[in-house]
């Protein structure tokens, strides 16, 4: 079992910027992809970014430019930096590990609101 603790998420204005962090803790296999999605209210989930245990990255293509991942495999710790806030970034932020070892196990927080103010 894996245990996801978010922190840093807030009210900034537009422009502006936040740090999420995602410490884990638990059982995560030496092949895994930790990351963060999004929901906005009357939205679907998606994708954020990610970043797999062998430092390749993917991101939305609405975030690109503006959001950087990154990960403390020592502490076992997910971070997204995000600048250059925009409204339309508000939602609530989700960490997400996945992780492979016969089958895949997915995991995921209990979401961290970030509110963009105009």
């Known amino acids: 079992q894996v245990q996801l603790v978010e922190s840093g998420g807030g009210l900034v204005q537009a422009g502006g910027s936040l740090r999420l962090s995602c410490a884990a803790s638990?059982?995560?296999?030496?092949?895994?992809?930790m990351g963060w999605y999004r929901q906005a209210p009357g939205k679907q989930r998606e994708l954020v970014a990610t970043m797999t245990s062998g430092s390749s990255t993917n991101y939305a293509d609405s975030v690109k430019g503006r959001f950087t991942i990154s990960r403390d495999n020592a502490k076992n710790t997910v971070y997204l930096q995000m600048d250059s806030l925009k409204p339309e970034d508000t939602a609530v932020y989700y960490c997400n590990v996945q992780t492979w070892l016969f089958r895949k196990y997915d995991y995921w927080g209990q979401g961290i609101q970030v509110t963009v103010s105009s």
């Open positions: 638990g059982s995560i296999f030496s092949t895994n992809t």
